[in-house]
């Protein structure tokens, strides 16, 4: 099994950075995928980036290509960089990993889950 915590959330101003991490244990491997999605109150779990080693990075362009940026250093730890951030980016923050060849964009192509991290941006 593998286990994912996220860290980092917290609460800052509009315009404000923020800096989660995600630490992976157990059976985890390179080859995975690790993703970053989002969920505000009263709205469905939303996209918002993968890394791959093979494959390279995807951002969902319509809301955070741009100003988030997600990285990995090795198979442990994962991290999504948040710039400019703006009050509707106010969500709990989940990291997720995937056995996809693929950079998956869907929840329901990952296997793995965290707990979620509460990320709120005030104006």
């Known amino acids: 099994q593998v286990q994912l915590v996220e860290s980092g959330g917290g609460l800052v101003q509009a315009g404000g950075s923020l800096r989660l991490s995600c630490a992976a244990s157990?059976?985890?491997?390179?080859?995975?995928?690790m993703g970053w999605f989002r969920q505000a109150p009263g709205k469905e779990r939303e996209f918002v980036a993968a890394?791959?080693?093979?494959?390279?990075?995807r951002y969902n362009e319509d809301s955070v290509k741009g100003r988030f940026t997600i990285s990995r250093d090795n198979a442990k730890n994962t991290y999504l960089q948040m710039n400019s951030l703006k009050p509707e980016d106010t969500a709990v923050y989940y990291c997720a990993a995937s056995r996809r060849l693929v950079v998956p964009t869907y929840q329901e192509d990952y296997d793995y889950w965290g707990q979620g991290t509460q990320v709120t941006v005030s104006s």
């Open positions: 157990g059976r985890t491997s390179s080859s995975y995928a």
């Open positions: 890394i791959k080693w093979i494959g390279g990075s």
